[in-house]
């Protein structure tokens, strides 16, 4: 009997969330405390790996946080809350800086990232048309600032938030179906590669990643032909890919980056199905690079032109 009672008990138990706000300076707050309930339930000086947030917290539990973070992340206010927990300013709301304060800063900007890649995806229809291309220069300017954080890290012998600036690639690739941009490469490799030359390795990334997002299986649009448009512009510019691809690696020659296994993607003409080339992997210098594109840019003209896979 009593067995037959505990769900319904569980089940009200599971209905008591914090309501969520549209407001992002409430909501802003909300988020950090059940973002450090479920990554660092210690930083408020509380010990029970159950709770976060220390007294008064509206997430007593690490379940309610998470079921909490999982709500808030389907709301349109999480467009602004999480454009504003990338920043690489600390937005936590304690002054001391160690380890754990640290680590909690770095999950907290990749939920942000994780989160706005997801609606990217799939919840566009949230914001005015005219508000997406102020959002694509602020996640731009945050690949930007993490990437460039990310290669100080290499010098300065620290960890580098890599993950982070590769769910970054894929939110700025994502979101560049949606808008329909088209210029998408002519644009990062003028405003950001040509900029910031550093960033070779990041950009490499970034191009990998804008046709993976295009034939996303999670990709939700509004309008099937203006995808297809978007596809057909990424095929037709595979040449240009190319000189941009070796542009990024000479680009960077100059830094010790050691760069991980590459797998650019591109539009069979055939069948219209993603074909991948893996052109290299591990630590490897400017004249390997140069050859691995060389073998590149053959295979992909060879499949341009025959229609072969």
Not at 27 to 39: D, F, G, I, K, N
Not at 44 to 52: L, R, V
Not at 229 to 245: A, E, F, K, Q
Not at 259 to 286: A, C, H, K
Request: with cysteine; glycine share 4%.
């Amino acid at each position: 009997m009593s067995y037959q009672q505990q769900p319904p008990q569980q089940q009200k138990h599971q209905q008591q969330l914090p309501p969520h706000s549209s407001d992002p300076e409430e909501e802003l707050p909300r988020v950090l405390l059940a973002l450090q309930t479920v990554y660092a339930p210690n930083v408020g000086g509380n010990n029970n790996n159950n709770t976060g947030g220390g007294n008064g917290s509206p997430f007593d539990r690490r379940d309610v946080a998470d079921r909490y973070l999982t709500s808030f992340q389907r709301t349109a206010v999480a467009w602004i809350v999480c454009d504003r927990l990338l920043s690489t300013t600390s937005t936590s709301p304690s002054s001391n800086i160690n380890e754990e304060d640290s680590t909690l800063s770095t999950q907290r900007q990749f939920f942000a990232a994780q989160t706005l890649h997801a609606k990217c995806l799939s919840d566009v229809y949230q914001l005015p048309p005219n508000s997406l291309p102020s959002l694509r220069d602020s996640l731009v300017n945050h690949f930007i600032s993490h990437a460039t954080d990310s290669v100080r890290a290499h010098i300065e012998n620290r960890p580098a938030n890599r993950p982070l600036v590769t769910r970054l690639a894929m939110t700025i690739a994502a979101l560049a179906v949606q808008m329909s941009w088209h210029t998408c490469l002519n644009d990062i490799s003028a405003n950001v590669l040509h900029q910031h030359p550093e960033l070779g390795p990041a950009v490499l990334e970034l191009f990998r990643s804008i046709p993976e997002e295009a034939d996303s299986h999670r990709l939700v649009v509004s309008r099937e032909e203006e995808l297809w448009s978007y596809r057909d512009m990424l095929r037709n510019s595979s040449r240009i890919v190319l000189g941009l691809c070796e542009h990024a690696v000479q680009s960077s020659s100059s830094s010790s980056s050691s760069i991980e296994e590459i797998d650019f993607t591109n539009f069979s003409e055939e069948n219209n199905e993603l074909e991948g080339i893996v052109i290299g992997s591990g630590s490897i210098s400017s004249s390997s690079w140069e050859d691995d594109l060389e073998l590149f840019g053959d295979g992909l003209l060879g499949i341009l032109e025959d229609g072969s896979v």
